[in-house]
C-alpha cells in the first residue's frame, strides 16, 4: 500500500519559528512512517527538527529538561542532548532509565532504527500534550496518529503519562504491536499519621513549621528560576516599533510579545484550594482529604495539562508550571497535610494555607493573602456579561464555529 494521506496544517500554529516533514519511511512494504515537526524556539542554538544522528536514529522533542542526568548548559539546547544520551540506549530499560531521571515538561517520539522500533512518551506528570488515533481507512490501510494536536477529524486518546510506548514492527506479517513499559512508579514515603490537635494558625509560630515554610519558599523561588533562567534574549521576546514622525513629547509606541506563559496549576491540587476539598474534609477528615489531593495528582495530566498545552501552544506560546516542579512536588508530598491547609478555618484562610502564610510574612501580602478563591471568569463578573444563564461546565458558543473542529477537549472552569 501507499503512505496515507493526512493534512498537518493544525501543527502549525503551535510552532512558529520552524516547520518540516521528513519521510515517509519505509519499514516493510507495507509499513510507513513520516515524521512531522513546528518548532517554537525558545532555547538553545538549534531550531531545526527532528534530530537526525549519524547511525539514523530520528528524534521529535518538544519540552524543556530543567534538571536531572542531563546536564543542561543555559545556551544547550535540550533536545540535542536528549538525541545524544537516547542514541547511547541499546533496550527498553536504557530508554526508560533515562526518561525516568529527566526533570521538565515534555513529550516525544523517537524512532531507533537498528531496532526498527518507535518509542514515545510524556513526563511523569504529563505536562505536554501527546494524543494517539488508530484507524482503518477506506482502503483498509491502518492509520497510526501520534501528535500533540488533533488532526484529521480522528477521535483521539491522550497518552498515560509515566509509560514509555513502544511500537515494534513484525517483519512476518507487515504489521506491528505497541508495548506500554511504565519508567516510573509512583511511591509515597509513609508519613506517620497524628491529625493535629490545635489549629494552624496556633501552630505557625512553631519552628516545625517555621522550616517548612522557608523551605517550600526556597523551592518554589527555585522552580520559577529554572523556568526562566534559559529564556531567550530580550530581542528575541519582543519587537519594536516606532511612529515614522519623530515625536519625542509622545514617547516610543512599543508592543512587547512574549512567548511563556508562567502558570499557577497545581498549587491547589496539592495544598488542598478547591471548595470540593473542604466537602471531602467534612465527610471524611484528614485521610479523606489527603486522599483526594492524591487523586488530584494522580489525574492532572489527564485532566488539565495536555489540554492546557493543546490550548496554549495553538496560539504560538509556551506554558510552564513552577508549582509541578518535581523537586517541589516531592517535597510538598512529604509533608502531613495539616501542615499544607487546615480546612477546619474559615474559607479564605484555611485553604492553600502554607501559600497564603507566605504571602503574609514573606511578602506582605497581608489582604490579598485573605481572599477566597475565585476563577477569574467569576471573580472579575465577565461570565455573566453576555449570558446570565451560562454554567462554567457549558461550552462557549461564541468561541468555537461549525467548521471547528479542533476543540481541543472541554474546559473545566471550576471556583
Avoid at 154 to 179: A, G, M, P, R, W
Wanted: glycine fraction near 6%; charge should be positive.
Amino acid at each position: 500500500s501507499t503512505p496515507v494521506s493526512i493534512d498537518y496544517t493544525p501543527l502549525n500554529a503551535r510552532g512558529p519559528d520552524f516547520q518540516n516533514q521528513y519521510g515517509p519511511i519505509s519499514l516493510t512494504s507495507d509499513l510507513y512512517v513520516t515524521f512531522v515537526v513546528s518548532v517554537l524556539a525558545l532555547r538553545g542554538y538549534k531550531q531545526q527538527q527532528p534530530f537526525i544522528d549519524e547511525d539514523g536514529n530520528i528524534l521529535l522533542y518538544n519540552g524543556e529538561i530543567y534538571e536531572g542526568s542531563l546536564q543542561i548548559k543555559p545556551d544547550d539546547n535540550d533536545g540535542v542532548l536528549l538525541s545524544h544520551h537516547l542514541k547511547q540506549c541499546s533496550n527498553d530499560i536504557d530508554i526508560c532509565n533515562l526518561i525516568s531521571t529527566l526533570e521538565g515538561c515534555f513529550a516525544f517520539i523517537y524512532f531507533q532504527k537498528k531496532t526498527n522500533s518507535l518509542y514515545y512518551g510524556r513526563d511523569r506528570l504529563g505536562r505536554r500534550s501527546l494524543l494517539y488515533s488508530i484507524e482503518n481507512d477506506s482502503q483498509s490501510n491502518i492509520k497510526l496518529i501520534i501528535s500533540s494536536v488533533r488532526l484529521n477529524h480522528l477521535s483521539y486518546t491522550e497518552l498515560d503519562s509515566c509509560i514509555l510506548h513502544k511500537l515494534t514492527v513484525i517483519q512476518t506479517n507487515n504489521t506491528f504491536k505497541i508495548d506500554s513499559i511504565p519508567y516510573i512508579k509512583h511511591s509515597i514515603d509513609s508519613i506517620p499519621f497524628e491529625p493535629p490537635t490545635i489549629l494552624l494558625t496556633e501552630f505557625e509560630s512553631n519552628s516545625i513549621f517555621q522550616n517548612i515554610s522557608k523551605t517550600f519558599l526556597n523551592q518554589l523561588q527555585a522552580a520559577v528560576q529554572r523556568r526562566i533562567l534559559n529564556l531567550p534574549s530580550l530581542c528575541r521576546q519582543c519587537k519594536r516599533s516606532t511612529d515614522s514622525n519623530l515625536r519625542p513629547i509622545n514617547g516610543c509606541q512599543h508592543a512587547t510579545k512574549f512567548y511563556v506563559l508562567l502558570s499557577g496549576l497545581g498549587a491547589d491540587e496539592q495544598l488542598a484550594g478547591y471548595s470540593r476539598h473542604r466537602t471531602t474534609y467534612r465527610l471524611g477528615g484528614w485521610k479523606a482529604l489527603e486522599n483526594e489531593l492524591e487523586m488530584e495528582m494522580n489525574r492532572i495530566s489527564k485532566r488539565n495539562l495536555g489540554r492546557d498545552d493543546r490550548v496554549i501552544s495553538s496560539l504560538g506560546k509556551e506554558v510552564r508550571f513552577p508549582y509541578l516542579d518535581e523537586q517541589l512536588v516531592n517535597y510538598l508530598r512529604s509533608i502531613p497535610i495539616w501542615h499544607k491547609a487546615d480546612l477546619r478555618l474559615a474559607r479564605g484562610i484555611g485553604e492553600k494555607y502554607l501559600l497564603r502564610y507566605i504571602a503574609r510574612h514573606y511578602l506582605s501580602l497581608e489582604q490579598s493573602s485573605k481572599y477566597p478563591k475565585r476563577a477569574i471568569q467569576f471573580g472579575s463578573r465577565i461570565a455573566k456579561l453576555e449570558s446570565k444563564k451560562e454554567k462554567a461546565s457549558d461550552q462557549c458558543s461564541r468561541l468555537t464555529t461549525t467548521n471547528n473542529n479542533n476543540n481541543n477537549n472541554n474546559i473545566d472552569d471550576e471556583e
